[in-house]
C-alpha cells in the first residue's frame, strides 16, 4: 500500500527563521499532497495543497514544492512565528483501491522560539 | 458556519460496553471519513463513506461499524469496545475525496 514518510519528527527554530518539512511518498500514482496543522486540543485544519500537474504553491509564508519524479514534497514556512508552533501532517492520495484515500506521514511537531 | 461537529468529546467507559460517537457535517459534503489518531503512529483511517449508503473500510477498521444514512451524518460504532480502541477520534468530511478534509474537533475515547 501507499507509505508516506515524514521528516523530521520534531524541528525547534528560532522565531523569524524558516522550516522546512519533508514527505516523501510510493504511489506514482498519487495526485493530491495537503497539508495540515493541528493545533492542541483541536482537529487538523488545511493550510496548504498540491496537485501533480504544478511544481510549486505559495500562500504567503507558505510554499509547498513537489517534485514527482522523485516522489518527494516539502513544506516551507518562512519567517516563523510563535503561532506557527504546532504538529503538521503531510498526506498524499493512495488509489490502492477503486478509490482515493488519504494516507498521512506521521507528523512533524513544530516549536518556534521567542 | 461550516463545521464538522463530533459527539461526545471526552468518554471513559468499560470493556464490553457498546458505545457511539455522532459526526455531523453542515457543509453538504459527498465524502465522510473516519481517524484514529495514536502518539507516533499519525492519522489512521478506519472507515470512510463516499455518499449516502456507500461506505468502504480504511486501513484499521477491526472493532468498528458506521453507517451513512443520511448526507450529514457518519457515526462511529464500537459494538464491543476494548483497551486497544483507546484513541483519540477525528471525523472529517470534504465534497470529494480528492478535495481538502475538514475535521472535527476530535473524541477522546478512553476504554478501561
Known amino acids: 500500500g501507499e507509505n508516506v514518510e515524514q521528516h523530521p519528527s520534531t524541528l525547534s527554530v528560532q522565531e523569524g527563521d524558516s522550516a522546512v518539512i519533508k514527505c516523501t511518498y510510493s504511489?506514482?500514482?498519487?495526485?493530491?499532497f495537503p497539508w495540515y496543522k493541528q493545533e492542541l486540543g483541536k482537529g487538523p485544519q488545511l493550510i496548504i495543497d498540491i496537485r501533480s500537474n504544478v511544481g510549486e504553491k505559495k500562500d504567503q509564508r507558505i510554499a509547498v514544492t513537489l517534485n514527482k519524479t522523485a516522489k518527494h514534497f516539502s513544506l516551507h514556512i518562512t519567517e516563523t512565528q510563535p503561532e506557527d508552533s504546532a504538529v503538521y501532517f503531510c498526506?498524499?492520495?493512495?488509489?490502492?483501491?477503486?478509490?482515493?484515500?488519504?494516507?498521512f506521514g506521521k507528523g512533524t511537531k513544530l516549536s518556534v522560539k521567542p | 458556519e461550516a463545521q464538522v461537529t463530533q459527539n461526545p468529546r471526552y468518554l471513559i467507559t468499560v470493556t464490553g460496553k457498546k458505545l457511539t460517537v455522532t459526526c455531523s457535517q453542515n457543509m453538504n459534503h459527498e465524502y465522510m471519513s473516519w481517524y484514529r489518531q495514536d502518539p507516533g503512529l499519525g492519522l489512521r483511517q478506519i472507515y470512510y463513506s463516499m455518499n449516502v449508503e456507500v461506505t468502504d473500510k480504511g486501513d484499521v477498521p477491526e472493532g468498528y461499524k458506521v453507517s451513512r444514512k443520511e448526507k450529514r451524518n457518519f457515526p462511529l460504532i464500537l459494538e464491543s469496545p476494548s483497551p486497544n480502541q483507546t484513541s483519540l477520534y477525528f471525523c472529517a468530511s470534504s465534497l470529494y475525496q480528492e478535495q481538502p478534509q475538514h475535521f472535527g474537533d476530535g473524541t477522546r475515547l478512553s476504554i478501561l
Open positions: 498526506a498524499a492520495i493512495y488509489y490502492g483501491g477503486s478509490q482515493g484515500n488519504l494516507i
Open positions: 504511489d506514482s500514482a498519487s495526485n493530491y
